[in-house]
Structures are given as C-alpha cells and as structure tokens.
C-alpha cells in the first residue's frame, strides 16, 4: 500500500515536509529548489545524483542539494518507506550567517549516502516533533539544530566557528523571553533580539542557561503555573493563563518537569 501524507510550514520558511510509503513510485529525473533531506525508514530506495546511482538502505540519510537532478524508485520488493524535508538554500544561509570566520553560504553536500546514527536518531525526533508539536520555538530549535549539525558533519566544506561572548545582548532577549512566556514566540525572533544568528543565540543561551530556548520557556511556564494552582485557579484557566495550547497539552508537559499531574499538584498543596 502506497501513502503520503505532506506538510508545509509557514512559520519555517515554507518548509516542506513529506512521510511516505512506496513501492510501486518510480520517480523520473526532476530537481527541487531546496535541498531534499531523507531518512530511509524501511526497505531501501535505488536513486540517480552525481552522475551514479546510489541505493540507500534502512536508517541511512539521502541528501540531495539543491536544483540537482535526481530521481527514485524502489531497490527492494518491498518498496520503502521515508520521512524528507527541502530547506531552501536561502533557509540555510540565514542559519549560517556570522557562524564562521568566513561567510559559508549554503552547503554543498558531496555524498549522496551517508550513515550517521546520531544524525538519524536526530532527524527522527525532528521529524516527529514537526509532526505533533505546535509551539514555533519548539519546532524551529529542533530544526535549525538538526540543519546546523548536518553542516558541521556532512558540508564538503569545513570551517572554525567564531568564538563570541554577547552576554548583554542575551539578557535582553532572556528578560524579553520571561516577560513574554506565555506567548508563541518563535527562535527568530529572540536571535534579533540578541543581534545574533540563530545558530549563535542557541549556542549562547544553552551555554548560559543549560537548556534551549524552549526548554527554558516551558520550565519558566510551569513554574508560573504552579503559583497559580497554589492560588486556587482552576487547571483549565491556568493551562490557557501560561501559554500552554489546551488542558492536555499543559498536563503532559506538568507530569515530565514535576513527575505527577497538574490534578495530583493541586491536591497536595491543597492540604
């Protein structure tokens, strides 16, 4: 059985997104504006780039850059089964800015195969928090990590990152960041706030707090949510109050920072 099920997102630069199971597709020579980024979930897929075919097994990473022509089809009976994005190149240049000594612009990836677990076990999350989660800080710290630490391992070109300190420039996105939890703010906007890029904003902040952005922003959440539960607020009222997007949503994100539910919290600080 054949399946696909697509994605665009505006909040990411108009990402694409695609989760599909094939086994009859054959796919003629085409080319995409942006870069196509693949994890082979199961069976194996057969494809042209480079002037060769590669074949791409179970849990190997396919990239392929941009406007270069390629193709796919099956390379087992069974068909295959993967989950691809298509960053454009402008969507990676904007992630590189001021991160080398020299501009890097977009990348350029030599292989066309590659195997690299870490790597995979990232894409996977990603894709899968793409999938469910609904804050833009969330899904844009995971993305832009993943892109970034595809560069740093799998760019034909290598580079020495520059070292920066702009402590005060991330305080000010950090009090902006407390002042504004509630809201749906996105990783964008915070990098501008600091004047960096976003590759520097995480790398800073996760260096000053030990937490990503959002990390930072759901324990600073719950922690506000609990003084509102401790006020006798109801847990529907306060999931809402604290920018969480529904009563399911802050339950689950309560119960993994403290360990028990928002219910079980207000009973015991009832007593």
Known sequence: ???????YHHELNGLEVLHAQYKQQN??????????????????????RSGANHVA?????ILVNADQVHNGQTATE???GYRAM??????????????????????????????????????????DLLTSEKSILAKQSALYQLLINLITRHNKRSFCLRATSRKPQLVTALDYLRDYYFENISLTEL???????????????????????HVYQTQFRVNRAKQMLR???????????????????FHRYFKKNMGLTPKLYCKAVSV
Not at 30 to 48: D, K, M, P, V, W
Not at 57 to 61: A, C, D, N, Q
Request: proline share 6%.
């Open 57 to 61: 097994p179970t849990s190997s990473i």
């Open 78 to 80: 069974q068909g295959w």
């Open 86 to 127: 298509y960053p454009t190149p402008e969507l990676f240049e904007s992630l590189t800015d001021g991160i080398g000594e020299t501009q890097l612009g977009a990348p350029y990836f030599e292989k066309a195969v590659v195997f690299d677990p870490m790597l995979a076990k990232q894409m996977a999350f990603t894709f």
């Open 27 to 48: 796919f003629a020579r085409h080319s995409h504006e942006g870069y196509t980024i693949g994890l082979i979930e199961n069976g194996a897929q057969r494809f042209f």
């Open 191 to 213: 990098a501008a706030i600091a004047n960096m890029s976003p590759f520097h904003f995480i790398r800073q902040f996760k260096a000053e707090t030990g937490m990503t952005p």
């Open 1 to 7: 059985m054949e399946k696909t099920v697509f994605q």
């Open 231 to 249: 006020s006798g607020l109801a847990i529907n009222e306060v999931a809402l109050a604290v920018g969480f997007y529904d009563q399911s949503h």
